[in-house]
């Protein structure tokens, strides 16, 4: 049995986790945040939740649909049955191609909440450095570490994870190859439905790129939430602005687009500065010899589907290995 460290409770660090202990390792899991999911992660307020992260999944491959029925077998998933448009110039158009989506209930974290059920996991512990020793890798973190580890997965984006694995320089290297767009997010709330046809809308325009009526999802108390995600370039050229100063020009611009007068009744924004990746569609990268590897959705093609394959692609590379 070897001692494994996963840095990061995201989808990635989590599918890695469970299919290294279902194999009978000793898996500790560290998280900065309060809570699993990572970029699926769900915000409560008094008015009801927000999935402020992704808002959706799809399955394209055979081993992401056995876990994604398992999911719906425990009703941690469900079909996504909502009305979905583009957006352009005002007009609401039908998607050119449709497949079938789904979404994580009650919210976007209830797939990484029930992965993380049976795992060891530290929350609220942000890695700092990641060090080789005589008695296996050494985990620091701000108060402490901790010694002995036989193998290490970084399981978070690679502006993270390249410091963390700079004692292996050619991991380090192909870390620096990944990469994410940022995306401002703004979640709304109108005190009566907005009279639309539509439940999401990929939008055409030079702020907002989609936007989705958080109750036309299964699982999610009734009211009129909005989340509104900026584009990556307005995003990235926003980048260090105020949550105060987005949120109105989010919410300008959708109701500009969809042609609606309401105002919000509640309005706040999250900056996630490592939002979306094209993907290296390279699964994972592992160092044998060192026994240090790095998974997540930038190794894969970018989505939910890709973090959870590369996770588990690369707890294969580790069980071969032990
Ligand atoms: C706005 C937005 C919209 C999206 N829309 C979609 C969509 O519609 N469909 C889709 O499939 N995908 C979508 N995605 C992408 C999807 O969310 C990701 O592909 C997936 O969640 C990535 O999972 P991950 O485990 O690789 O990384 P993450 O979810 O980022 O997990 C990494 C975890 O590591 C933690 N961490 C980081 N550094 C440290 C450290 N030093 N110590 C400890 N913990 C650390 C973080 O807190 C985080 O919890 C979207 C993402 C965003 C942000």
Redesign the pocket.
Same mark, same amino acid.
Request: proline share 2%; aromatic share 12%; charged share 10%.
């Given at each position: 049995m070897a001692r494994i460290a996963v840095?990061? @409770?995201?989808?990635? +660090?989590?599918s890695c986790a469970r299919s290294l202990r279902n194999a009978g390792h000793a898996v500790r899991v &560290? $998280?900065?945040?309060r809570g699993?999911? +990572?970029?699926?992660s769900t915000r409560r307020t008094d008015h009801g939740s927000y999935d402020?992260? @992704? =808002?959706? &999944?799809?399955v394209r491959d055979p081993s992401f649909r056995a876990a994604v029925d398992q999911w719906l077998a425990q009703d941690l998933v469900a079909p996504y049955a909502g009305r979905i448009v583009r957006l352009q110039q005002g007009e609401a158009l039908p998607l050119s191609h449709s497949e079938q989506r789904y979404v994580a209930t009650p919210g976007m974290n209830a797939v990484c909440r029930g992965l993380s059920a049976e795992l060891e996991v530290e929350f609220e512990? =942000?890695?700092?450095a990641v060090t080789p020793g005589e008695s296996g890798w050494r985990l620091s973190w701000e108060e402490g570490g901790e010694s002995g580890f036989d193998a290490v997965v970084l399981?978070?984006?690679p502006a =993270?994870a390249a410091p963390?694995c700079a004692a292996v320089p050619d991991l380090a290297a192909q870390v620096r190859q990944g990469g994410h767009a940022p995306?401002w997010?703004a979640m709304v709330r109108y005190d009566a439905p907005l009279p639309l046809e539509f439940d999401a809308a990929f939008v055409e325009d030079e702020v907002i790129g989609?936007v989705m009526r958080d109750a036309s999802r299964p699982g999610r108390a009734p009211g009129e939430r909005w989340v509104l995600?900026a584009n990556a370039e307005w995003s990235k050229a926003h980048l260090e602005n105020s949550a105060e100063t987005v949120a109105p020009l989010l919410i300008d611009a959708f109701r500009a687009e969809a042609g609606f007068d309401a105002e919000a009744v509640e309005t706040r924004a999250h900056r996630?500065r &490592?939002?979306?990746?094209a993907g290296l569609k390279a699964g994972s990268f592992w160092d044998a010899g060192r026994r240090i590897g790095v998974?997540?959705?930038?190794c894969a093609d +970018?989505?939910? $589907?890709?973090?959870y394959l590369?996770?588990t692609e690369l707890a294969a590379k580790l069980l071969s290995a032990f």
């Open positions: 840095v990061g @409770a995201g989808i990635a +660090g989590l &560290f $998280e900065k945040s699993a999911g +990572g970029r699926m402020h992260g @992704a =808002q959706y &999944f799809t512990c =942000q890695i700092t399981a978070i984006p =993270q963390l995306c997010a989609w995600h996630w &490592f939002a979306l990746s998974c997540g959705d930038w +970018g989505r939910i $589907e890709g973090a590369s996770g």
